[in-house]
């Protein structure tokens, strides 16, 4: 009986797939990344129990008097420091959104771009969650407010105030995929 409760139900898994990748570990190192050109938030956490760690977080901040170009620069350069102080498993990345201004959207690409090369020179496999989902994961309302989701984060994570609106963004990106990753859904987490 017991070898039967160990073993998988074969007519289950032609419905339901684990969101989990095979090769992620019970101390899983997550990093949470929310680009944007003037402020790139991340956050790394690490799966413990009875609840995760918050092992680093912040932003990656450009002045605005600087060109594009030095701030795609730096922001290439930081999220390799963090991948390097930190040697996360794997990257989750806030999802695209549809921005009403072209100008905005591009240069928000460009951002993300800079981010995701750095991330995939590492090797790591990155995921895109939508906002609004981490949101509803976090808080419980996909329309959240940016403060509400820093207060659940600090909250969740057990820190002592809560996080730079940008870095509360991108643990709550880590936090959310941590999540997903223990459950059974119809679609697996988009790669990136």
């Known amino acids: 009986m017991q070898q039967r409760l160990r073993q998988p139900r074969r007519a ?9 990748p095979v090769n992620l570990k019970a101390h899983a190192i997550i990093f ?8 790139t938030g991340f956050g790394i956490i690490r799966l413990a129990k009875p609840f995760p760690q918050t092992l680093a977080h912040g932003t990656i901040s450009c002045p605005a008097g600087w060109e594009r170009s030095r701030c795609l620069a730096k922001i290439a350069q930081g999220v390799r420091d963090v991948l390097n102080r930190h040697q996360p498993e794997v990257c989750v990345v806030e999802g695209l959104f549809y921005a009403q201004n072209l100008q905005t959207a591009l240069i928000m690409g460009e ?4 981010a995701l090369a ?3 020179e590492a090797g790591l ?3 895109e969650l939508a906002p609004r989902k981490v949101k509803q994961a976090i808080v ?3 329309a959240a407010q940016k403060l509400a989701v820093a207060k659940m984060v600090q909250r969740l994570l057990r820190l002592p105030e809560p996080p730079a609106p940008d870095a509360a963004d991108a643990l709550a990106l ?7 990753q223990g459950r059974y859904a119809l679609t697996a987490p988009k790669r990136v």
């Open 111 to 114: 951002a993300r771009g800079a």
């Open 125 to 127: 496999e990155i995921y």
């Open 32 to 39: 949470g990344l929310d680009p944007s050109l003037r402020g």
């Open 140 to 142: 419980g309302y996909g």
């Open 174 to 180: 880590a936090l959310a995929h941590a999540q997903e």
């Open 118 to 120: 750095a991330i995939a």
């Open 12 to 20: 289950a898994a032609a419905v339901f797939e684990r969101t989990a």
